[in-house]
């Protein structure tokens, strides 16, 4: 579905952001849910490659600390400094900073999220605030389901199939999502046994951590699950400081970084949900940009389909593609 961004003529005629419009300069914010975070950064690193290609536009990033109120404070700050015409906006609370976000867009500053939907409905990719531009995402249940349902087939012949979660922070309602998917698809089947979970904070020393935990009490581990390649990183180290076969575990994670690209070529991990940060941070600024100037832009690109692999990366399809680079480091 397609739209005509909205001008809010009324509103912000005697606004400065109205008349940035109309120079030549455009000034674009990246509100990150962590400047530190591989993923972040990789859509950051989308971002400047799209601005390159415009003589007028420069683009800064944000540090959002994976903190729902540091991201919340950095809106309501950069409207009141009126130094940007626009933000694009990784959320650590979807919910929680629509409303900073709505008043962003009052004040004629155009905003667009990535990776995820701002609203109370993170399965509807459709504008749920005021004045948003577009969004960048895809429905985090879909991807979520995807990954559940490899680890069934997976587990088909094993009774009982012992499966460890590992998800970002269940405070964030993406990853309770998620989670909550991850227990469905599987609650299906009697054979198969969530026997922990643990968070992993989209960090491998986190996660490191918390498999080293899970492993004092359930050594008998057949599956780990989780939302993030990040997270496997970590239980990588715990698993093999344990002194278990890697290769006899089934490890699936999310986001296809090239550490794991490389790990399931190798045979280390088995699978990954793709995803591609780079052209996600490349869609939202040429969106942005032509938003900025009241062209006509899609309210919802679809992020699974930005990239030209399966929703989820075997060693099978790596073998026939061996050229195949994912987009971001880890």
């Known amino acids: 579905m397609k739209t005509i961004a909205k001008l809010a003529l009324a509103a912000t005629a005697m606004s400065p952001f109205a008349a940035m419009a109309q120079d030549?300069?455009?000034?674009?914010?990246?509100?990150?849910?962590s400047s530190q975070n591989g993923f972040n950064q990789a859509?950051?690193?989308?971002?400047?490659?799209?601005?390159?290609?415009?003589?007028?536009?420069?683009?800064?990033?944000?540090?959002?600390?994976?903190?729902?109120?540091?991201?919340?404070?950095?809106?309501?700050?950069?409207v009141a400094a009126q130094r940007f015409d626009g933000m694009i906006v990784t959320p650590n609370d979807t919910v929680g900073i629509a409303t900073a976000l709505e008043d962003a867009a009052a004040a004629g500053v155009k905003v667009a999220a990535t990776l995820f939907p701002i609203g109370p409905d993170l399965t509807n990719m459709e504008p749920q605030v005021e004045g948003l531009v577009t969004t960048v995402a895809s429905d985090p249940s879909?991807?979520?389901?995807?990954?559940?349902?490899?680890?069934?087939?997976?587990?088909?012949?094993?009774?009982?199939?012992?499966?460890?979660?590992?998800?970002?922070?269940?405070?964030?309602?993406?990853?309770?999502?998620?989670?909550?998917?991850?227990?469905?698809?599987?609650?299906?089947?009697?054979?198969?046994?969530?026997?922990a979970t643990g968070e992993g904070n989209y960090s491998p020393e986190t996660s490191m951590t918390a498999m080293q935990d899970i492993l004092q009490s359930n050594r008998d581990v057949d599956?780990?699950?989780?939302?993030?390649?990040?997270?496997?990183?970590?239980?990588?180290i715990a698993i093999q400081d344990a002194g278990l076969d890697l290769e006899s575990i089934y490890l699936i994670g999310a986001g296809l970084n090239q550490i794991a690209v490389d790990a399931i070529r190798s045979g280390m991990w088995?699978?990954?949900?793709?995803?591609?940060?780079?052209?996600?941070?490349?869609?939202?600024?040429?969106?942005?940009?032509?938003?900025?100037?009241?062209?006509?832009?899609?309210?919802?690109?679809?992020?699974?389909?930005?990239?030209?692999?399966?929703?989820?990366?075997?060693?099978?399809?790596?073998?026939?593609?061996?050229?195949?680079?994912?987009?971001?480091?880890?």
């Open 270 to 330: 088995d699978a990954s949900l793709a995803q591609f940060p780079r052209s996600m941070g490349e869609a939202a600024l040429h969106s942005m940009v032509a938003a900025i100037k009241g062209e006509e832009v899609e309210t919802w690109i679809d992020e699974s389909k930005l990239g030209d692999s399966p929703a989820v990366v075997t060693q099978e399809w790596l073998e026939e593609n061996p050229e195949f680079e994912a987009e971001w480091q880890g």
């Open 223 to 236: 599956v780990v699950l989780s939302n993030a390649d990040q997270h496997l990183m970590g239980a990588e």
């Open 43 to 78: 859509i950051f690193d989308g971002i400047q490659r799209a601005a390159e290609q415009y003589d007028n536009v420069s683009v800064e990033i944000f540090d959002g600390e994976f903190s729902a109120p540091v991201q919340f404070s950095q809106v309501e700050d950069l």
């Open 142 to 195: 879909i991807g979520a389901r995807r990954q559940a349902e490899e680890v069934v087939a997976y587990c088909e012949d094993k009774d009982p199939c012992k499966v460890v979660v590992l998800i970002g922070q269940l405070v964030f309602p993406f990853d309770n999502l998620r989670y909550e998917t991850f227990q469905s698809v599987l609650g299906e089947h009697d054979n198969i046994e969530i026997v």
């Open 24 to 33: 030549d300069s455009i000034s674009i914010a990246y509100l990150a849910s």
